[in-house]
C-alpha cells in the first residue's frame, strides 16, 4: 500500500519500523487524531450478556438485552443491533457457535484466545457475508485492503484457532491464516474507562500508529447503540508539525524486562523509546533499604510539587532521564507494585492517613514514569480525591477539615484536567461524573 495521508496525519519511512505517522499539521494536546470505526469485534468471555454483542453498549436499566432466539449466546440492544450484526456475520455463525464452543478444540484455548478464534470467525465470515458491500477486493482503502497491508506477526510457534462455521475441519484455510497472522501485533483491546471489555480490529490505526513507552497519544472508544464501537487516537501533548505520533502499545509502567519482552515477542520489535534507552542504561537498580526509602519517598513526593490549582504542577517535561541517581532505586521493579498495593490496602481499610501519604507517593511515581496527561495519572488523582474526601468527613488526626477539603480539591483539579484531555469515552457515567459529583459535594462544604 502506498503512504497515506490523512487530514492529521500521514505515513513516512522509519528506518526498523517500515513506517511510523507524523502529523501533518500542529496539533494541540485534547485532539482527535483519527476516528476509526471498528471492521470486526467480539467481546470478552466475562462481557457477554452484559452488554451488547454488535455495538458494545450496556442495556439501559430495566431495558433488558435481547438473546439471539438462533443461538441463545448474542445479546443486543434491540433489533436494530441485530439486524446489522445478521447481516455483517451472524448469519453464517448462529446456528453452528454452540457446537463449535463446545468443541474440544475451541474448550482448550485459553480465554484471551478463545475471544481472538470468535473476532476471527466473525472476520471471515464478514468476508464471505457481505460480498456485495465489502468493497474490499477492490477498493484500496477498505477495512479488508488496508489490513491485507499491516505487517505479520513475528512470534514463532503460535497456531491459527478454530473458525466456527459450517466446516468442521480443525485445519485453517490460507484465508485464516493470512488474517490470524496480523492479529497478534496490530489488534486491539478495547477498553471504557480503562476496563477491558472486547478485541477488535481497526486498520487504519494499526497501519498508522507506533509504540512508544512515552506516547504523545492513546486510544479510546467511543459506544453508540446501533453503531460500530469506534477508536479515537487522542494527542496528550502538543504534536509539531512533522513530529512523529505513538501510541502505547502496553502500559508503559511494566518493568523493563518484562516489557521488552513483551514486545519483541509479540510485536517483534526492541524498544529505543527514551524511557527504554534510560532504563537500560542504569539496571539493575537495587531495591531501596528500608531506611533509605522513607527519605526517598518524601523527595519523590516533593517533586509533585500539587499547588493545588492544575496539572501544570506536574513537568510538561518527561523527566524521567533526568532523575537524580539517589531516586534510581525507586524504579526497582518491585517498588511501583508494593507502593499501588499499599495505597489501595489502605484506602480500603479506611486508613485514610495512610493512604493519602502513599497515594501522593505513587502520583510521583507515575508523573516520573507516565508522559504528562496519561489517563491514568486522572485517574488516580480522582481516587486521591475520593481518599482525601473521606478523610475529611472521618476527621482524620495530622491535618484539620480545610486542609483536607484543600487537598481533595487540588486532586480533583488535576483529575479533571488530564481526563479532560482524553475527554469522553467508553461507557455512560464513569470518571467525569465523579469528578462533577465530587466537585458539587466540595463546593456544598465551603469556599476553595
Ligand atoms: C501496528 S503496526 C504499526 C505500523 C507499522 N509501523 C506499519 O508500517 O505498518 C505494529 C508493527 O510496527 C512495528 N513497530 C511498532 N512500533 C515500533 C517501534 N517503536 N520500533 C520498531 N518497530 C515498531 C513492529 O513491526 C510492529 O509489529
Redesign the pocket.
Known amino acids: 500500500m502506498a503512504t497515506l495521508n490523512l487530514k492529521n496525519v500521514k505515513t513516512r519511512p522509519?528506518p526498523?519500523?517500515?513506517?511510523?505517522a507524523v502529523a501533518v499539521r500542529p496539533l494541540s494536546a485534547g485532539e482527535t487524531i483519527v476516528s476509526v470505526p471498528a471492521w470486526t469485534t467480539a467481546l470478552l468471555i466475562s462481557e457477554k450478556g452484559r452488554r451488547c454483542d454488535w455495538c458494545g453498549c450496556l442495556p439501559l436499566p430495566g431495558d433488558p438485552l435481547l438473546k439471539c432466539g438462533g443461538c441463545g449466546s448474542y445479546w443486543y440492544c434491540g433489533k436494530k443491533c441485530q439486524l446489522r450484526q445478521w447481516k455483517a456475520h451472524h448469519r453464517s455463525i448462529c446456528k453452528y457457535y454452540a457446537r463449535y464452543t463446545a468443541s474440544a478444540a475451541f474448550q482448550g484455548l485459553p480465554d484471551e484466545e478463545k475471544v481472538d478464534a470468535v473476532l476471527l470467525s466473525h472476520t471471515l465470515a464478514n468476508l464471505h457475508e457481505s460480498p456485495a458491500e465489502d468493497p474490499a477486493r477492490e477498493d484500496d482503502s477498505s477495512p479488508y485492503s488496508v489490513f491485507q497491508t499491516?505487517?505479520e506477526y513475528t512470534s514463532v510457534g503460535y497456531s491459527v484457532p478454530p473458525v466456527c462455521g459450517k466446516s468442521t475441519s480443525i485445519s485453517p484455510s490460507p484465508e485464516a491464516s493470512s488474517l490470524y497472522a496480523r492479529f497478534g501485533?496490530?489488534n486491539f483491546v478495547l477498553h471504557s474507562h480503562l476496563t477491558a471489555f472486547a478485541h477488535g480490529i481497526f486498520p487504519l490505526t494499526?497501519?498508522?500508529?507506533?509504540?512508544?513507552c512515552v506516547p504523545n497519544a492513546v486510544v479510546k472508544y467511543k459506544l453508540k447503540e446501533a453503531d460500530l464501537p469506534c477508536m479515537e487516537v487522542v494527542a496528550i501533548a502538543d504534536v509539531a508539525e512533522d513530529e512523529e505520533i505513538t501510541i502505547p502499545y502496553l502500559d508503559p509502567a511494566i518493568p523493563l524486562d518484562v516489557r521488552q519482552h513483551q514486545l519483541q515477542s509479540r510485536?517483534?520489535?526492541k524498544?529505543n523509546c527514551v524511557a527504554c534507552t534510560f532504563q537500560r542504561k542504569i539496571n539493575p537498580v537495587p531495591f531501596p533499604s528500608p531506611e533509605d526509602l522513607k527519605g526517598l519517598e518524601a523527595i519523590l513526593r516533593q517533586r509533585i510539587q500539587l499547588t493545588g490549582v492544575h496539572s501544570h504542577a506536574l513537568s510538561s517535561r518527561y523527566l524521567l532521564p533526568q532523575l537524580p541517581p539517589d531516586l534510581f532505586p525507586l524504579l526497582h521493579d518491585s517498588y511501583l507494585p508494593s507502593l499501588s498495593e499499599a495505597f489501595s490496602k489502605t484506602s480500603h481499610d479506611g486508613e485514610y492517613a495512610l493512604a493519602l501519604e502513599a497515594g501522593l507517593t505513587l502520583l510521583g511515581l507515575y508523573s516520573m514514569i507516565y508522559p504528562r496527561n496519561y489517563p491514568l495519572i486522572g485517574m488516580h488523582a480522582l481516587e486521591l480525591a475520593k481518599t482525601a474526601w473521606n478523610a475529611s468527613i472521618q476527621g482524620v488526626p495530622g491535618k484539620s477539615e480545610d486542609a483536607r477539603l484543600k487537598e481533595a480539591r487540588s486532586y480533583l483539579v488535576l483529575s479533571r484536567e488530564v481526563l479532560g484531555v482524553l475527554g469522553p469515552e467508553g461507557d455512560p457515567g464513569g470518571p467525569m461524573e465523579e469528578i462533577n459529583t465530587l466537585t458539587e459535594l466540595l463546593r456544598a462544604d465551603g469556599p476553595a
Request: net charge positive; proline share 0%.
Open positions: 522509519h526498523t519500523a517500515r513506517d511510523t499491516l505487517i501485533n496490530n494499526s497501519r498508522l500508529f507506533n509504540h512508544s510485536y517483534g520489535f524498544c
